[in-house]
Nanobody, 123 residues
């Protein structure tokens, strides 16, 4: 599967952005899709993930829970990350990734990656 992330940009604190992760070469139905981010000088960290195995299952990091929402449009083969109430600490390059079936929070568990999309939140 090939992944294409998009939707990043510059936004003021408190604003919103919606990231998209479009898949080609396969459908998302057999995969779990995760979003990760990496800020300058920091390690890549888990943000959120969604899986359809056994029903829609979602997971969020504590730092974004209640502010970010992950969802999927099966018809468009696209996963979205709606980011609300953005903070300057959310500034990072955001990546989407896929793995077979089950959600994981470690980036080492994901075998398919899209290119990153930059999110910058100004104070």
């Amino acid at each position: 599967v090939q992944l294409q992330a998009s939707g990043g940009g510059l936004v003021q604190a408190g604003g919103s952005l919606r990231l998209s992760c479009a898949a080609s070469g396969s459908t998302f139905s057999r995969y779990a899709v995760g979003w990760f981010r990496q800020a300058p000088g920091k390690e890549r960290e888990f943000v959120s993930a969604i899986s359809w195995s056994g029903g829609d299952v979602t997971h969020y990091s504590d730092s974004v829970k209640g502010r970010f929402t992950i969802s999927v449009n099966n018809a468009k083969n696209t996963v979205y990350l709606q980011m609300d109430s953005l903070k300057p600490d959310d500034t990072a390059v955001y990546y989407c990734a896929a793995r077979d079936f089950i959600i994981a929070t470690s980036d080492l568990s994901y075998g398919y990656w899209g290119q990153g999309t930059q999110v910058t939140v100004s104070s």
